[in-house]
């Protein structure tokens, strides 16, 4: 190619190559002399067991520099500082911290050229997109985020930094995965200890020294490079107070477990199966393009990549023959060349993933296209490649590839659309295409994925929370949802800690005085059920009088209570106006019946607490009326021709072990936010007075709630818990207990990562509407799903 002729060009009109010139950013490397150390504490430092591993340029193989390879001390030194730097970066107004944030957009954009060509020689990846989008984005990021500490006090108010935050990212994006850690972390006023991944840590390393130049205070940035090991040394180590984690499901799983017996908070960004939906009436080139950027950005390593397309029958001949007749245009190159396409696939460990995942896909019988482009014969290269006749149980439609590589079915309706789409463990992204506003939006809200674009793909905005549902993680980054998870309430981190083993419900071995008054039942699916064990026990008062037996609940009754919650799913779409109706309701039958209530509950928890439970509650279910219409989602207007509708998603079925100490009010301050935000719920109630269910379902069934919203299951609660931590239709689980039974709940819900929140052992004070109500509940029973629309001029 290199002796063909202008004139020949200009004939065939074929691209000539368009090298970057790398000159700058290897005379940057020499001025390390191709060896890292960390940055600890704002100095760099040579690793404590003097190891190094080497990063290598996976376009041809070559080592481009020996990176540190941190160990436990490493990672120690680097929480000290962090640490230590913490008081005074707290102690700097909001204005400085955001002139610090701004200062650091600055110098990105200053220095935009060379951390495009150091990323794309790391990493692999296209320069035009290192150049256009990666680089952008990064500044953007931190120019949004500079905004947001001077306003922290009137939008967060009452709420404080985590502290030090341990931050993990993978290779696919490795400075913006790095922007959309450190901006918020420092915006909340963290300070930060974050890890590169293994293959792609120059571009951290040169943020390194940016924070320098910007003469950010020392410690508050920290870099430790090196790979899963010291990663691990972070999750564990006991002095970080968040962690967030980008990467594979499964070390995210692992990372749930590992920060299960701590306090840590946690946001986990993880893999995904993206489908990208094309309808028949959809603009069939613009969708080819779409999937274009879809799935061949970044070598299709991309975690919300658009790797499964969903065809409607009637045009997948056209749009297969357009898909492929565009891939073959595709260029696979030199990744320093502006004219390629795909460049290099990041490590041979990767590749190879991708060509056994392939392998495997062609075993199952789905048929494999890849055009006849030629790829260089050095380094790691992989063909665009197309699957057809794919079944969706097949490795190809169900796993992630993280490669560029295409799993293409058919559907026939829109529901049937929507059910493929869902046919995922993952609910990252979605891309829907159709010039039906009706069925695009539609469609857009029945798929169970953290953003959807519409007619468009791949649109990042750094106001735009970004995140996943199911196992695809939890968490969002960007926007004001991104802002929460480097914040928690002071109050909170301020609560005492409840007694260890407060949760074990009544001793049974206490003498048994006159014949029991009261049996209860189950409440499941609008109905009162006896429990599959047979078993009852027995309720006590605070002097040991028998007041009554409940049922015990086993896996069998969660189990029919989570199919009622199933399929009671279409309260999310009630309106709220509706489901503030049925809180008014239930208010006013509580009232009602409040005296014999109050009578019962007070041989547990004495007269005047409760006739506080019943006032409170009452009022309580006012204040959730009065939120359900009122806790509502947002317009974003991203700096492109788009609008990102936000909204406040019920997460599904919810698991809720109630507080021990608040029988009635407790109850409701747990059960009443998730419910009128949509979720239906099973609920164990609390074990000390366990009876209130009795109460409860007569209330609720004189108040119109949809049988299966509200289901109730006595028991042990430890016992209970396990069966809906382990449940894979459980979507949420929220435990209120001492800390054995927290750390519990989440160790045991790493399976299928649902959303575990707890009240981390400590007492909440429920009979304080600050404290027992409100926005942080809120935020809690809900996730939000960005809904991109092309819009305006
Ligand atoms: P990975 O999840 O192992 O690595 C991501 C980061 O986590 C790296 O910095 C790594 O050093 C660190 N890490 C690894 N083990 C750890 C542990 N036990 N504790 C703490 N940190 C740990 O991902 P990997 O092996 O690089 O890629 C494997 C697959 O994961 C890919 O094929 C892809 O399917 C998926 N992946 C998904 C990403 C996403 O953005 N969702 C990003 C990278 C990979």
Request: hydrophobic share 40%.
């Amino acid at each position: 190619m290199a002796h063909t002729t202008l004139a020949e060009r200009f004939r065939t009109m074929d691209y000539g190559a368009a090298p970057e010139d790398p000159a700058q950013a290897l005379a940057w490397l020499g001025q390390f002399k191709g060896r890292f150390g960390h940055f600890i504490g704002g100095a760099w430092t040579a690793p404590a067991e003097g190891r190094y591993f080497e990063t290598c340029d996976p376009s041809t193989g070559e080592k481009i520099a020996d990176i540190a390879q941190g160990s436990g001390s490493d990672v120690d030194a680097a929480v000290r500082a962090a640490r230590a730097a913490l008081p005074r970066w707290q102690a700097l107004t909001p204005h400085a911290r955001a002139r610090f944030l701004y200062a650091l957009a600055r110098q990105v954009q200053k220095h935009s050229r060379r951390l495009s060509v150091l990323e794309t020689i790391d990493n692999g990846k296209p320069i035009r997109e290192s150049r256009d989008i990666d680089i952008p984005l990064v500044a953007r990021h931190f120019y949004y985020h500079a905004g947001w500490p001077q306003l922290l006090e009137q939008e967060f108010p009452g709420y404080q930094a985590c502290g030090v935050v341990g931050q993990i990212i993978p290779w696919n994006f490795p400075l913006l995965m790095l922007a959309w850690k450190i901006a918020p972390a420092l915006a909340a006023a963290n300070t930060v200890v974050l890890k590169p991944a293994e293959f792609t840590p120059l571009t951290a390393l040169a943020f390194a020294e940016l924070c320098n130049e910007v003469g950010l205070p020392p410690g508050v940035v920290n870099i430790v490079t090196g790979d899963g090991s010291t990663g691990e040394a972070l999750v564990v180590h006991p002095d970080v107070d968040k962690i967030a984690f980008t990467g594979s499901t499964e070390v995210g799983r692992a990372i749930r477990r590992a920060t299960a017996d701590s306090h840590k908070k946690l946001s986990l960004e993880l893999g995904g199966k993206s489908p990208f939906v094309v309808f028949e009436d959809a603009d069939l080139d613009s969708a080819v393009e779409g999937l274009v950027d879809g799935i061949w950005l970044n070598q299709g390593q991309v975690c919300c990549a658009g790797s499964r397309l969903l065809m409607q029958e009637s045009i997948a001949v056209p749009i297969t023959k357009k898909l492929q007749a565009r891939m073959a245009a595709l260029r696979v190159g030199s990744p320093l060349d502006k004219t390629t396409d795909i460049g290099a696939i990041v490590a041979r460990v990767q590749l190879e993933r991708i060509e056994a995942l392939v392998a495997q896909g062609v075993a199952d019988g789905a048929s494999c296209w890849q055009p006849d482009v030629p790829i260089p014969s050095r380094g790691l290269y992989y063909r665009p490649t197309l699957f057809t006749n794919v079944h969706p149980t097949s490795v190809v439609a169900q796993q992630e590839i993280f490669g560029p590589v295409l799993a293409a079915m058919t559907f026939r309706t829109p529901a049937e659309a929507v059910e493929l789409a869902n046919n995922t463990a993952y609910g990252l992204a979605a891309s829907v295409w159709s010039e039906s506003l009706n069925v695009a939006l539609q469609v857009s809200a029945r798929i169970k994925a953290g953003v959807v674009w519409v007619n468009s793909t791949n649109m990042f905005d750094a106001s735009c929370g970004f995140g996943g549902y199911r196992e695809s993680g939890f968490g969002r980054e960007g926007g004001r949802e991104g802002m929460r998870e480097y914040l928690q309430p002071t109050w909170f981190r301020k609560a005492p800690l409840l007694r260890r083993g407060a949760v074990q419900g009544q001793d049974p071995t206490r003498v048994s005085a006159p014949a029991i008054d009261r049996t209860v039942k189950l409440y499941i699916g609008g109905k009162q059920v006896r429990p599959d064990s047979g078993y009852s026990i027995e309720c006590r008062s605070r002097k040991g009088v028998l007041l009554g037996e409940v049922p015990l609940g086993n896996r069998k009754d969660i189990r029919n209570a989570v199919e009622a919650a199933r399929r009671a799913e279409q309260w999310s779409s009630a309106g709220a106006h509706s489901r503030a109706q049925v809180l008014y309701y239930l208010a006013e039958n509580l009232s009602q019946r409040g005296k014999e209530i109050v009578a019962r509950l007070a041989a547990v928890v004495g007269k005047r607490q409760a006739s506080e439970e019943l006032r409170l509650s009452v009022e309580r279910l006012f204040t959730y009326a009065g939120w359900a219409d009122k806790y509502e989602g947002v317009v974003h207007s991203p700096p492109f021709r788009n609008i990102a509708v936000a909204m406040n998603e019920a997460l599904g079925t919810a698991g809720v072990i109630c507080p021990e100490e608040a029988p009635l009010l407790g109850f409701l301050s747990m059960v009443l936010p998730l419910v009128v935000a949509g979720n239906c719920v099973i609920a164990v109630p609390s074990a000390a007075y366990p009876l209130i269910a009795g109460d409860l379902y007569q209330v609720f069934e004189t108040s119109d709630v949809p049988g299966g919203v509200i289901n109730m299951v006595t028991g042990r609660p430890a016992e209970l818990m396990k069966v809906l931590a382990d449940h894979d239709d459980v979507d949420t689980l929220w435990c209120y207990g001492d800390e054995e039974l927290c750390a519990a709940a989440k160790r045991l819900s790493a399976g299928n990562l649902k959303q575990v929140w707890t009240n981390e052992g400590r007492r909440i004070d429920f009979f304080h509407e600050r404290y027992g109500a409100g926005r942080w509940y809120l935020d809690h029973a809900c996730q939000v799903k960005n809904i991109w629309v092309p819009y305006g001029e």
